[in-house]
């Protein structure tokens, strides 16, 4: 059975930094393209990034690009936020690509966790 | 980037009711397109992938349909367990991008 769970969330002012993981089971995850998709209180849906099974390929949401890092490590995905801004404020769900992401198109997104907040506020 | 539009935003709909979504993509991305179910407080689950294709674990009454640029959602009767928001995907090409969402609730 494929379980995310995501942690990290908190509250943190603008500027700062913040580090979400998401930590995988019941699938091989170095098989698999993965993502961060978040959703701002009371909005839709928007991806963020995402990386490819074995790493080597990695694409960024322009909103986020140069501020945000995806990695990933054993059975864990991360998502290093840097320089956070109000706007950033968000549920972020890590979610499993139904094939490796690396190369398009891409999968759906067949697994999600339940997400993690993050408010950046002053 | 592809840009996705939803119509309608939301409906209004009985138990019982056929109900009929649709999706539209800025340009061409074949059959990539997926949708997701959202209920309240919960995280998304994926419903149909690659325009048709219905994810286990959902009913038949849910049909997917469309190429290209325009793309629907049907659900043929709808249950109280329906009641969410749907959302589109395009997993064409990168950034990937989501609709706005339909929300579908209780008249």
């Known amino acids: 059975q494929v379980h995310l769970v995501e942690s990290g969330g908190g509250v943190v002012q603008p500027g700062r930094s913040l580090r979400l993981s998401c930590t995988a089971s019941?699938?091989?995850?170095?098989?698999?393209?993965m993502h961060w998709v978040r959703q701002a209180p009371g909005k839709g849906l928007e991806w963020v990034t995402l990386?490819?099974?074995?790493?080597?390929n990695t694409v960024y949401a322009e909103s986020v690009r140069g501020r945000f890092t995806i990695s990933r490590d054993q059975n864990t995905l991360f998502l290093q936020m840097n320089s956070l801004r109000p706007e950033d404020t968000a549920l972020y769900y890590c979610?499993?690509?139904?094939?490796?992401?690396?190369?398009?198109?891409?999968?759906?997104?067949?697994?999600w966790g339940q997400g993690t907040l993050v408010t950046v506020s002053s | 980037d592809i840009q996705m539009t939803q119509s309608p935003s939301s409906l209004s709909a009985s138990v019982g009711d056929r109900v009929t979504m649709t999706c539209r993509a800025s340009?061409?991305?074949?059959?990539?397109l997926n949708w997701y179910q959202q209920k309240p407080g919960k995280a998304p689950k994926l419903l149909i992938f690659a325009a048709s294709d219905l994810q286990g674990g959902f009913p038949s009454r849910f049909s997917g349909s469309g190429s290209g640029t325009d793309f629907t959602l049907t659900i043929s009767s709808l249950q109280p367990e329906d009641y969410a928001t749907y959302y589109c995907?395009?997993?064409?090409?990168?950034?990937?991008?989501f609709g706005p969402g339909t929300k579908v609730d209780i008249k």
């Open positions: 979610a499993k690509d139904r094939g490796i992401s690396g190369s398009y198109p891409l999968g759906p997104f067949n697994y």
């Open positions: 340009q061409n991305i074949k059959d990539y």
């Open positions: 019941g699938f091989t995850f170095s098989n698999y393209g």
């Open positions: 990386i490819s099974h074995d790493g080597s």
């Open positions: 995907q395009q997993s064409y090409n990168v950034p990937v991008t």
